[in-house]
């Protein structure tokens, strides 16, 4: 059975860092690509990263790109998505997804077969 459990979510001033992790269960790492989503009120699923099964090649959306990074620790299979220089704007759920069949620049939340329950993060002002 695959599990994903997010964690590390939470409230954190403008300016701030979090790393969230994601921990893996009944897949393997090497043999699937995981990503991060997040899902803001009002605002459709956006994929932020996603990172290759097979090296730390890495997709980044815009908003992501240079404040965020995403690696993974195949010993404890966890992916993790450090969080730098965080807005208001990114606030939102976030998710993490895993998927066997797709490339890190398909990182779309419809491509994502398997899904955690996601972990809460608040960025004030």
């Known amino acids: 059975q695959v599990q994903l459990v997010e964690s590390g979510g939470g409230l954190v001033q403008s300016g701030g860092s979090l790393r969230l992790s994601c921990a893996a269960s009944g897949i393997t790492l090497d043999n699937y690509v995981i990503g991060w989503f997040r899902h803001a009120p009002g605002k459709g699923r956006e994929g932020v990263s996603c990172i290759s099964s097979s090296d730390s090649s890495a997709y980044y959306s815009d908003s992501a790109k240079g404040r965020f990074t995403i690696s993974k620790d195949y010993a404890k299979s966890t992916v993790y998505l450090q969080m730098s220089s965080l807005k208001p704007e990114d606030t939102a759920v976030y998710y993490c997804?895993?998927?066997?069949?797709?490339?890190?620049?398909?990182?779309?939340?419809?491509?994502?077969?398997?899904w955690g329950e996601g972990t809460p993060v608040t960025v004030s002002s």
């Open positions: 997804a895993a998927d066997d069949r797709i490339t890190p620049w398909d990182c779309l939340y419809e491509h994502m077969d398997y």
